[in-house]
């Protein structure tokens, strides 16, 4: 990577899939550091009530367009008439499972509305990128601390949408004006601190926070853990669980470096320490101050032992670190499944 000095001025940013439970933290903390917002999402997978919940904790509204990324013209007319210098783009479909169950729809969506998201980009000449990648770009059966250097090699098709998104950023970046940055994500939990926004899956939790909570409110029977015989001290799979918050200042972070990048570059977000899934269960039954019905049950295929970030890259290049604890994440997430039982759908 070759570096330039250009300063790059950042005023106004797209998100996409902007109600969705990560945009919609990233969009706060735009806010709070003085960005025009314009989010853009087709609602097949969250609710618009996140509009006003987050035009509620920026005290202002956030201009919103109803829109598919797949949809090149409308997109390029938004992010034109907008001004826009720089996307931040989190609009995919996300579950692990129905990713093998329906492929193509995942590559439809995840790498489709990417190609379209770059042709109107540069139709619109916007020329920064931050995308909304994953650590299961990653082998998984390689050690952790995983590092930007580890290898590549995802285990399921949502994780090859997300290597074959950068992939094509990194083409494109590389014999055009854009720049790009690819946040790999480990295990984003937790929830605002005010409560009014927080994760909401339809249907059942593909995650195990989501899952836990609504088992602590009353909302699901039983939480099922997946094998404790594993090489780990509590014999459970051990992942990084990073603050949804601090995973939104990581994106605040990302638009600073701009200047000092030629063309892209990958960046893990996570907090370097690895936590139990019988540790996510202790501190979930201590924010809810209840116990959690729970069984062990059978391994489930494909699941790895132990992953966790090496996330030093992120404090030299963004200057950025995870602050926020498991213990933070699961009160926060709590107190926004107690203020919304079913979330957005019936809330007050």
């Known amino acids: 990577m070759r570096l330039r000095s250009t300063a790059v001025h950042i005023n106004t940013v797209a998100l996409t899939g902007a109600t969705g439970y990560i945009a919609s933290h990233v969009a706060v903390a735009l806010a709070a550091q003085g960005h025009r917002l314009v989010g853009i999402d087709n609602l097949s ?12 904790l920026i005290d202002g509204p956030m201009p919103f367009v ?39 729809r995942y590559h439809d969506n995840n790498v489709g509305g990417t190609i379209s998201l770059l042709r109107a980009m540069q139709s619109a000449s916007v020329p920064a990128l931050v995308f909304s990648s994953s650590a299961t770009v990653y082998r998984p059966d390689q050690p952790s601390p995983l590092t930007e250097s580890s290898r590549i090699g995802p285990g399921n098709p949502y994780g090859r949408t997300k290597s074959i998104a950068e992939q094509i950023i990194d083409d494109v970046a590389a014999s055009s004006s854009l720049r790009a940055v690819h946040l790999r994500y480990f295990n984003p939990v937790g929830a605002h601190e005010s409560g009014r926004i927080g994760e909401d899956p339809i249907g059942p939790p593909n995650n195990l926070m989501p899952f ?5 409110a009353g909302q699901r029977e039983m939480l099922q853990i997946f094998g404790d015989d594993y090489n780990t001290p509590d014999g459970t799979c051990i992942r990084d669980y990073i603050h949804v918050s601090d995973l939104a200042d990581g994106h605040v972070a990302a638009l600073g470096a701009f200047g000092s990048i030629e063309t892209s570059e990958a960046i893990n977000l996570g907090t370097g320490r690895g936590s139990s899934v019988l540790d996510v269960l202790r501190s979930a039954e201590k924010a809810a101050d209840r116990p959690i019905p729970h069984q062990i049950v059978g391994r489930r295929d494909g699941d790895s032992a132990v992953s966790f970030a090496d996330p030093s890259h992120a404090l030299e290049r963004l200057g950025w670190q995870a602050t926020r604890s498991l213990d933070d994440a699961c009160q926060d997430h709590w107190r926004w499944q107690h203020q919304n039982p079913t979330g957005y759908r019936t809330s007050p």
């Open 212 to 216: 836990t909570m609504q088992v602590a």
């Open 66 to 104: 109803k829109l598919d990324v797949r949809d090149t013209v409308g997109l390029t007319e938004v992010l034109a008439e907008h001004e826009v210098d720089a996307v931040i783009h989190l609009a995919g479909l996300k579950a692990v499972g129905e990713s093998v169950t329906d492929s193509l």
């Open 45 to 56: 997978n969250s609710s618009q009530i996140v509009v006003d919940r987050v035009a509620e």
